[in-house]
């Protein structure tokens, strides 16, 4: 019911609205899909079902449970290019969504865009001091529509991404993997972090993708529930772009793999967390340079 992540059905960027007028999501779609954009919408917090009725388990890591925990956790599994907020729709509490979206890491980095009635200047101004990156009238919203989704939208550079990934693993890297698969999560944090900070290509985002991964299930080991957790939601802004492999890692796999860890983690709730299953903690696999 409160699914907006349909799945990646093409490679297509998404981008999330916030809106419920027919007329503008109407327009939007269209522009959105002549752009090779794919649509997402949520036109009412009720899509999400009564506030105390939302699964605890969706208590992900930033103290939160009900609609705002499940807000977090569909956006970051869709990861869209941008989202957009009609001020205008009473139906969703864009106030409380858009200071959440951009108070918490694995989602802050996301474009806000927002429009309104120019008459509501204090509005403007709310939607500003929450973090909306972007306010404007609806009439220049509407006018300047493809502008605006193609300045303001953060797509990845496929391509790019595609041609730096054939390069090698950098020394640091290595060291890092290898820790990694002795189960020194800390250790390979640090090996990665550094090999990300001198990387200057686009696939430098695959060591801090590992690097996260290896912080959750570093937390996992500690038995710290909310640290893990949150850390899952942070790698997945970083793992879902990766191609299947990249500098010979097994990206795929590992995106799997650590899904499947989070999907225990959150069965089991912070309660159980010391019955977690550490067979679930799997070796990244990757080949060795030559």
């Known amino acids: 019911m409160y699914n907006f992540n349909m799945g990646n059905e093409t490679e297509q960027p998404a981008l999330l609205g916030f809106v419920s007028d027919l007329m503008f999501s109407t327009r939007i779609e269209s522009t959105a899909r002549?752009?090779?954009?794919?649509?997402?919408?949520?036109e009412?917090?009720?899509?999400f079902g009564p506030d105390d009725e939302v699964p605890q388990r969706r208590q992900?890591?930033?103290?939160?449970?009900?609609?705002?925990?499940?807000?977090l956790d569909q956006i970051t599994r869709?990861?869209?290019a941008l989202i957009i907020f009609d001020l205008g729709n009473g139906q969703i509490p864009w106030r409380e969504w858009m200071a959440l979206i951009?108070?918490?890491p694995a989602t802050r980095r996301i474009p806000v865009l927002a429009f309104g009635s120019h008459v509501d200047v204090d509005t403007f101004k709310d939607a500003r001091a929450r973090g909306a990156d972007v306010v404007l009238a609806r009439s220049r919203f509407i006018s300047s529509l493809p502008d605006l989704l193609l300045k303001h939208a953060r797509v990845v550079d496929a391509a790019a991404l595609e041609a730096d990934c054939e390069g090698p693993l950098s020394p640091l890297a290595l060291e890092g993997l290898e820790a990694?698969?002795?189960?020194?999560?800390f250790e390979a944090h640090e090996y990665l972090e550094e090999a990300w900070n001198e990387d200057q290509s686009q696939a430098k985002e695959l060591y801090r993708a590992i690097l996260q991964v290896a912080v959750a299930y570093m937390?996992?080991?500690?038995?710290?529930?909310?640290?893990?957790?949150?850390?899952?939601?942070r790698v997945r802004q970083w793992i879902d772009p990766m191609p299947d492999n990249c500098r010979g890692i097994d990206i795929g796999r590992l995106r799997d793999e650590a899904r499947?860890?989070?999907?225990?983690?959150?069965?089991?709730g912070p309660e159980r967390i010391a019955e977690f299953d550490r067979s679930l903690l799997r070796p990244v696999h990757f080949q060795r340079p030559q």
């Open 44 to 47: 009412s917090a009720d899509e």
């Open 60 to 71: 992900l890591g930033e103290h939160l449970v009900g609609r705002g925990a499940v807000l």
């Open 180 to 185: 990694f698969n002795r189960g020194e999560y």
């Open 260 to 268: 499947q860890v989070h999907e225990a983690l959150l069965r089991l």
């Open 78 to 80: 869709l990861h869209p």
């Open 102 to 104: 951009k108070s918490v």
């Open 34 to 42: 002549r752009l090779g954009f794919q649509m997402r919408w949520v």
């Open 219 to 233: 937390q996992i080991e500690r038995q710290n529930y909310n640290g893990a957790a949150k850390m899952f939601l």
